[in-house]
C-alpha cells in the first residue's frame, strides 16, 4: 500500500525547522506522477507524463508519526507543522534526467530520495536477451547511487557525509504479474552488477588506462573495489541506506482498503 513507503522513509528523518523534502526519482511510468497527486490531493486522478519537476507541499495522515518525533506528547501542536513535507516528482524521461541529478546534487533540506520503479514491467533478466525496463532502471538507479557515493568520497572534509536514505519503491503490485519486493531487489542488484561492469569495460574500450580509472580509489566504479556482485548494502559505506517496499498507488487493493494502512492525507 502506498503510504506504507512514505513511513519508511519518514521514519528515517529527524525534525528540522525548515521543510524536509524528499526527492522522487525513477522510469517513466513508474508512477511517480500518481503518488504525488495521491498525497496532493488525497484522491486518485489520471495523470499526463510529467515534463517539468514539480514540488507540491504535502503532510503525513495524521495517523501517521514520524519516527523523529515519537518522544513528543501527541497534543504537541508542532507535530502538525513538522508532519508537512515537500516532495518533488522529476521526470524519468532520459533527457530530462538531470532535473533530478539537479536534486541530488543540490539538496535543499533533502531528507530522502524515493526511486519508484513499476515492479510490473521489471521481470528477472537474467534470462534469455534480458529485459530492458529492468535495464533501464538499473542505469538510473546507478547513475544516482553513483552521484551520492561521489557526494562522500569528493567530500573535502574528512566528515562522512549524513545519512541519506533511499527507498526503492516496488510500485503496482496490485498487478499479478508484478515481482514481489524481495525480488525486485534482487533483479536491481544483478542488474547493476551487470551495469558497473560494462561502464567500466566501456571505459577501458576507450583507451583510458587502467590506472587512470582508479578504481582503487572508487571514483567511477560503483559499490565496494571487488568485481563480485553489486549489493546495496556496499553503500553503507558512504551513509548512503538503500531499502526496498512494495505497495501500490492505484488499483484494488490500494483504492479503498486503508484498513491497515493510513487514511488519504490530509492538506
Ligand atoms: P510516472 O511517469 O512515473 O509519473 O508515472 P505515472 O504516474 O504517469 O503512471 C504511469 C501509469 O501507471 C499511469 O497510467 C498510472 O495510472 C499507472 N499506475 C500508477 N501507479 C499504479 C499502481 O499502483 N497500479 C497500477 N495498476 N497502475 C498504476
Redesign the pocket.
Known sequence: SVPLFLHLVIYRSTSSTTLPSFLLV??????????LTLFERGQHV?????QVPISVEVSLPVSTNAASLKYRSVNDPSNQVHKKFLLA?TP?HGKLRHYAFDGVIKPQNLKGIIF?V?A?DISMGNSGSGNEALRQAAEYLHDILLLLQKRSTSSKTSKAPKELPVLIAA?????FTALPAPLVRTALESEISNVRSSKTKGLLDSGIGMNDLDIGEEKEWLGDGGDGKFEFSQMDEVNVAVSVAGG????AD?QDDHSNTSPAPQR
Open positions: 525513477g522510469p517513466s511510468g513508474a508512477g511517480k506522477t500518481a503518488l489520471e495523470t499526463r507524463t510529467s516528482d524519468g519508484m513499476d510490473a510500485n503496482k503490485l496490485d498487478l501500490n498507488v492505484l488499483g490500494g
